[in-house]
């Protein structure tokens, strides 16, 4: 059945008139150079990421003791899992090519809850983290597990920055949080009205 | 079948500004979106499986990133768009012909709708079928007529106004 209405072909008529400017092709061929070099760009992040949380392990596992080596291990696990799941979440973007745009209006919200899920989590996950480390800072220190490694004015330092930069990220993904549901409430209010 | 960027653009360059110009009425923001469309379809061209025609898969995929657009400047919360369409709308409307006057109120008027009936009626208005438009909307066929009926006659009205 094609959509033959006088009315509608009048509307058509105007619609297909409209003065049209194309993207010249060398345009489009930057452009796309440009996102092929982010993606892989992203990819090698993702990679650096674990990389410098397992170098880090590699390091720090030979001069410590039984205590740190234990703790150190807990950290890695948590945060290795942690940042793959993030990864995995990040890299599971929504095709366009595959649904009809009724339930890519959907999968866009859902997509936009899931952005919100995460940063819940990270904020949520930030404070156990913090205290590991922070469990681990001292008891490498009290044990005397690292050469070197005393209770003064650095290790104060070094525990209030562990504690400072926690309680950053927590805050950061609060407002973040704040931020992404006042777009998922618009992109709501602009998708579900009829 | 398209092999480069250039048989892309002469194919469906003009088509998919049009879709774009329904969804922005800044210029510069309008090739920047016909961009991401162009992008998007060159990158799944490779998926398609000829389940439906090339135009009607071209068409679904120019929607949703237009729709992605939407959540994109939702996100950037850009130069207030009520203001540009504005701007747009008069700027234009004294210095044109009386059809390019009749174009922008009709361009006006879409930007206007929600965003399902606009899909709908611009995909009539490109002469999609019933089937076609059902199939990139997920649309079953008496839901696309009621939604173009109903559409056409408020867009047919706001024309009408605007000509007294």
Redesign the interface.
């Known amino acids: 059945?094609?959509?033959d209405?006088h009315?509608?072909n009048e509307?058509?008529n105007?619609?297909?008139?409209?003065?049209?400017?194309?993207?010249?092709?060398s345009?489009?061929?930057k452009?796309?150079q440009m996102?092929r070099q982010l993606q892989q760009l992203s990819i090698v992040g993702d990679l650096l990421t674990l990389l410098v949380i397992v170098s880090m392990t590699l390091y720090f596992v030979p001069r410590l003791g039984v205590f740190g080596k234990s703790w150190m291990l807990v950290i890695l696990l948590t945060t290795t899992s942690i940042t793959s799941y993030f990864i995995y979440l990040r890299r599971k973007s929504?095709?366009?090519?595959e649904?009809?745009?009724?339930?890519?209006?959907e999968k866009?919200i859902q997509h936009?809850q899931a952005v919100i899920r995460i940063r819940r989590a990270s904020q949520y996950i930030t404070l156990p983290i913090g205290v590991l480390v922070a469990i681990l800072h001292i008891g490498i220190t009290l044990l005397g597990e690292l050469p070197g490694a005393q209770l003064n004015m650095s290790f104060m330092f070094t525990l209030l920055g562990i504690v400072g930069l926690c309680l950053l990220i927590y805050g950061w993904n609060a407002w973040q949080i704040k931020r992404k549901q006042t777009?998922l409430e618009?992109?709501r209010r602009?998708?579900e009205?009829? | 079948m398209i092999d480069?960027?250039?048989q892309?653009?002469d194919q469906y360059?003009?088509l998919?500004?049009?879709v774009s110009?329904s969804y922005e009425a800044n210029e510069h923001l309008r090739?920047e979106l016909?961009?991401e469309m162009?992008?998007?379809i060159?990158q799944?061209l490779k998926?398609f499986r000829a389940h439906s025609s090339l135009k009607t898969?071209i068409l679904?995929?120019a929607?949703?990133?237009a729709?992605?657009h939407?959540?994109y400047q939702?996100?950037r919360k850009s130069a207030s768009d009520e203001h540009l369409i504005n701007l747009a709308h008069s700027t234009t409307l004294e210095e044109h012909s009386d059809?390019?006057q009749?174009?922008n109120r009709?361009?006006h008027a879409i930007r206007a709708l929600?965003?399902?009936?606009r899909?709908v009626?611009?995909l009539?208005?490109?002469?999609?079928?019933?089937?076609d438009?059902g199939?990139?909307?997920?649309?079953d066929?008496n839901h696309v007529g009621v939604i173009?009926k109903r559409t056409?006659e408020q867009?047919?009205e706001v024309l009408k106004n605007e000509n007294r």
Not at chain 2, 114 to 117: D, E, G
Not at chain 2, 135 to 139: E, F
């Open positions: 059945m094609k959509t209405n009315s509608l509307l058509g105007l619609w297909q008139n409209q003065p049209v400017s194309s993207p010249s092709s345009q489009l061929k452009q796309w996102h929504i095709n366009p090519a649904s009809a745009t009724s339930s890519y209006h866009l936009a777009e618009t992109l602009l998708l009205e009829e | 480069n960027f250039e892309l653009i360059g003009a998919i500004y049009r110009s090739q016909t961009q162009l992008l998007a060159w799944s998926h898969y679904r995929i929607h949703n990133k729709v992605s939407i959540a939702v996100k059809q390019q009749q174009i009709l361009l929600p965003v399902q009936p899909q009626i611009t009539a208005m490109e002469g999609l079928s019933y089937k438009i199939q990139v909307c997920g649309l066929i173009i056409r867009l047919a």
